[in-house]
């Protein structure tokens, strides 16, 4: 395609439950980056990848929150045993350069999730 | 990871009339800074960018100006539009780092 998909673009679930959240990147794009939105507010970073490594996970809350990425192409983020904090809206980026942040950030239109 | 934990400040600018946004960036390190506008159900899309070896950068209907010596950025855009209705990121980068701002909510009114 010729943006960054996300699916699913809403997702409800219930506390305790796991869920995956999808990404496609632009086609040929190397980096990829998860962030996280809560409402009305700014853009909390998760994690980059570079092909299919992470070499920065920082931004990750807790270990219920884990990514991979495959073929240096597609990346799942997965929350286990969601929490009512966890709903954000969740927002998947690509770039081309290889070299982090040195090239714009293609947003996809994002991951709704609510915890219920 | 960067949080940016502050509620939107908003600003209300009449159509037709310019409107500026303002951001202070934290590290005078920062090489590189791009501007992203966030309308409403959408992700952020990328407006224009600035180098650090710049001051002032123009696009169509935007400017971008970067002060060093304070550390702030300014984003410029003339004769606004109901479609610039949005949320404004500056971001700066810093060590290979992305560290967004806090977001401006902009409201023009028709």
């Known amino acids: 395609g010729a943006g960054v998909s996300q699916s699913p673009s809403n997702k409800v679930t219930e506390k305790g439950k796991d869920v995956e959240l999808r990404c496609d990147p632009i086609?040929?794009?190397?980096?990829l980056y998860w962030y996280r939105q809560s409402l009305g507010q700014g853009l909390e970073f998760l994690i980059y990848?570079?092909?299919?490594?992470?070499?920065?996970k920082s931004g990750l809350p807790s270990d219920r929150f884990s990514a991979e990425r495959t073929g240096g192409s597609v990346s799942t983020l997965t929350i286990q045993r969601t929490q009512q904090e966890d709903s954000a809206v969740y927002l998947c980026?690509?770039?081309?350069?290889?070299?982090?942040?040195?090239?714009?950030?293609?947003f996809g239109p994002g991951t709704r999730l609510l915890v219920l | 990871g960067e949080s940016v934990g502050l509620h939107l400040p908003t600003l209300s600018v009449q159509e037709g009339d310019n409107s500026i946004i303002n951001c202070a960036y934290s590290?005078?390190?920062?090489?590189?800074f791009i501007w992203y506008k966030q309308e409403s159900g959408k992700g952020p899309q990328f407006i224009i960018d600035?180098?650090?070896?710049?001051d002032k950068r123009q696009g169509q209907r935007v400017t971008v100006l970067l002060n060093k010596t304070v550390k702030h950025l300014s984003l410029q855009i003339a004769a606004t539009q109901p479609g610039d209705s949005a949320v404004y990121f500056c971001?700066?980068?810093?060590?290979?780092?992305?560290?967004f701002g806090p977001g401006t909510s902009l409201s023009v009114i028709p």
């Open positions: 980026a690509s770039s081309s350069r290889t070299k982090r942040d040195q090239e714009t950030q293609y």
């Open positions: 086609s040929g794009h190397t980096a």
């Open positions: 990848f570079q092909g299919n490594s992470a070499p920065d």
């Open positions: 590290n005078s390190a920062s090489d590189y």
């Open positions: 600035i180098r650090s070896n710049m």
């Open positions: 971001a700066e980068i810093v060590y290979d780092k992305v560290i």
